[in-house]
C-alpha cells in the first residue's frame, strides 16, 4: 500500500503531555545503545509486544514491558488510524501498533545525523506513528 501520512496537532492535551512526559523521565530505565555505526548519542528504550524483536543497523532490539502510560496512548493512535487502515488503504484488519522504540534527545547535547530509516512493521497495514513530546 501507498503511505498515508497525516498530522494530528493536539492529539495529546498539555495535561496529557506533561503527564506522559513525566511517566517517561521516572519510569523508563534509558540507555544508550551502540550500533554498526557505533555509540548512539541518544538515551532509547524498546517496548513492543512479546514476539516483536525489532532489529535496526546491527542492534536487536528485545521487547520490554509496555508502559501503562504508553499502553493506553497505543490503543489511541490505534482507534485513529483504524478508518485510514479500513477506507484509504481498503485493508480490512484491525489496527495493531506492535512496538514503541523511545528516543530521549537531551536539550543542545544528543543527536542522531540526518539518516533515513529503513522501517520494518508488523501487520499488512505497516502503521508507524510518531509522538513527539518535544519542542
Known sequence: PLPVEGYYKGFL????????FQALTDH???????????KQDRLTYYMADPDCTFKYV?????PNKWLPEVKDLRGRIEELVQPVIDVELGIKEKASVTGCLLNRYEAGESFIPWHSDEVRA???AKIVMSVSLGG
Not at 492535551?13 to 506522559?20: A, G, P, R, T, V
Not at 523508563?28 to 557505533?38: A, S
Request: aromatic share 8%.
Open 13 to 20: 492535551s498539555k495535561e496529557e503531555h506533561d503527564k506522559m
Open 28 to 38: 523508563v530505565p534509558w540507555q544508550i545503545e551502540t550500533d554498526d555505526f557505533g
Open 58 to 62: 546491527g542492534l536487536t532490539c528485545k
Open 122 to 124: 508488523h501487520g499488512r
